[in-house]
């Protein structure tokens, strides 16, 4: 069974340009998750995808951080413009729904660096 | 509310002694409760969950942790630390509101386990 799949893998930019991460999630899985992981600290969540609908972004900076799910399979993450304080490993999982057992299957990630 | 705390950052152990990682969690609603572990420059992995069954629960490589409601804890234990252990481990709480309702998430920050040859 094929993984989680992100990319790319590492991307250096200049603050205030944009960038943007991709993600394809487990076959048949319904839920996918973003995930901010800056050094040190532990995963963030940044968005939860039921399908193509967002069930929480309760933490997604929406000034500068944007992200879709279209025909609810893969997904991006978008930031526009980045910040220094944007450095971070950028997580995606995925899961088969929202029971509350169910385990997240994560990426590899995505790790940007803000100059 | 939901809230996880991990109670340390750092643990070393020397290789062949025994693990103890804490987690404490809180949880308005009744919690499901993972260990993931993350290898430098591997991704996260699950390594045991807890969801109502059994409060001890079994995990990949000798790994276990119990859950007990009273203290609101879910310690990660391994009788024998190996060199391969040598990884970070997060503590994460799910629940829902409802049955059918979004599943919130949240991870710990971290536990940082060395194990010394």
């Known amino acids: 069974e094929a993984g989680v799949a992100q990319s790319p893998r590492y991307k250096i930019i200049e603050k205030r340009q944009s960038v943007a991460f991709w993600c394809n999630p487990i076959?048949?899985?319904?839920?996918l998750y973003w995930y901010q992981q800056i050094l040190g600290q532990g995963p963030k969540l940044l968005i939860q995808?039921?399908?193509?609908?967002?069930?929480?972004d309760s933490q997604l900076p929406k000034d500068r951080f944007s992200a879709e799910r279209l025909k609810g399979v893969d997904s991006t993450l978008k930031i526009q413009p980045a910040k220094l304080e944007d450095s971070a490993v950028y997580l995606c999982?995925?899961?088969?729904?929202?029971?509350?057992?169910?385990?997240?299957?994560f990426g590899p990630g995505t790790r940007l660096t803000v100059l | 509310a939901q809230s996880v705390t991990q109670l340390d950052s750092h643990v070393s152990v020397s290789e062949g002694t025994p693990v103890l990682l804490r987690c404490n969690y809180s949880?308005?609603?009744?919690?499901?409760l993972f260990w993931y572990v993350q290898h430098p420059n591997k991704g996260l992995q699950l390594l045991l969950k807890?969801?109502?069954?059994?409060?001890l629960v079994k995990g990949i490589n000798g790994f276990e942790a119990e859950f007990k409601k009273s203290e609101t804890s879910f310690h990660l234990t391994k009788p024998s630390a190996h060199m391969s252990d040598a990884a970070e481990y997060f503590c994460v709480v799910t629940d829902q509101r409802y049955s059918g309702g979004y599943q919130k998430v949240t991870f710990g920050t971290g536990t940082k386990l060395q194990v010394i040859p």
């Open positions: 076959s048949g899985h319904a839920t």
């Open positions: 995808f039921q399908n193509n609908g967002v069930v929480d």
């Open positions: 999982a995925s899961s088969l729904g929202q029971a509350r057992n169910n385990e997240q299957f």
């Open positions: 949880s308005s609603y009744s919690p499901s």
């Open positions: 807890y969801t109502s069954a059994a409060t």
